[in-house]
């Protein structure tokens, strides 16, 4: 793997869900054994330097930022989707000809050997974006990989979209992606907010790819439960048995 990796961890929300306002913290702050989501994320990005991390910030951003010097920080306000996160670190990423990780703070069960087999994998496929399915039995909310007969990457439908055919795909979309940096910029300057949420959202950017005819590609690792993101309490006690008991 080369070293020409940046990786933009998006840790912006508020954790409504969660009802972190009652704790005074953002939600990649809530602490799961002992300490902040965010912190167990960015353990398993150790093998690239602080300075080619960026965080995106957004609700209460002084307690991240505080709490993770000698990161570099972008700012998003307001909190407008996926898409205008990762719009919001464009000075950090113009100029740069290499890969671009788009992670979450607030997954903190993805091993870091997942990202570099991710990592892998798109710059082994000269990929313009490589996004990164999970296999996982659990009933989860996240969007379906729809592959064609031959088993290339056709596009992401969302659950709340998915025909009871589509359920049943249990190859499951994370919305974490690598993208060539340039494609990537290019890309967000042609991103739209038309939907019923007014949000631009990361995940379009794929299939926008694809139909400009750019190499699309998928690296699915099985990660069972660690697949989890938190977004309640339940969630948040469930990983905290995870990282617990390891």
Same mark, same amino acid.
């Given at each position: ?94 100029? $740069?000809? &290499?890969?671009? @990780?788009?992670?979450?703070? =607030? ?5 870091? /050997?997942?990202?570099?087999?991710? #990592? ?58 690598? $993208?060539? &940096?340039?494609? @990537?910029?290019?890309?967000? =300057? ?5 939907? /019923?949420?007014?949000?631009?959202? #990361? ?44």
């Amino acid at each position: 793997m080369n070293n020409n990796i940046k990786a933009v961890v998006l840790a912006a929300g508020k954790g409504t869900r969660l009802h972190s306002e009652k704790f005074n913290l953002p939600k990649v702050m809530r602490l799961a054994a002992g300490r902040p989501l965010l912190s167990w994320v960015l353990d398993e990005l150790e093998f690239l330097p602080k300075e080619n991390i960026v965080l995106v910030t957004g609700y209460m951003h002084e307690k991240v930022e505080e709490a993770f010097e000698g990161y570099p920080f972008a700012l998003q306000e307001p909190q407008l989707g996926t898409g205008h996160a990762v719009m919001c670190a464009r000075e950090f990423l113009e100029g $740069f000809d &290499g890969s671009v @990780l788009v992670c979450y703070g =607030d997954m903190p069960l993805i091993p870091g /050997s997942v990202y570099r087999e991710l #990592l892998e994998h798109h710059e082994n496929n000269n990929c313009l974006c490589t996004i990164l399915a999970g296999i996982s039995d659990m009933d989860l909310p996240y969007g379906r990989i729809v592959r064609d007969e031959n088993g290339g990457f056709v596009k992401i439908v969302e659950d709340r979209d998915c025909t009871e055919q589509e359920k049943l795909i249990r190859e499951l979309n994370l919305g974490i992606c690598v $993208f060539h &940096g340039p494609t @990537l910029l290019k890309e967000l =300057d042609n991103l739209t907010c038309a939907n /019923s949420q007014s949000e631009y959202y #990361l995940t379009d950017i794929p299939e926008m790819i694809r139909k400009n005819g750019g190499k699309i590609d998928v690296y699915s690792a099985e990660l069972g439960e660690r697949i989890i993101g938190v977004n309640t309490q339940e969630q948040l006690d469930m990983v905290e048995r995870c990282l617990t008991n390891g």
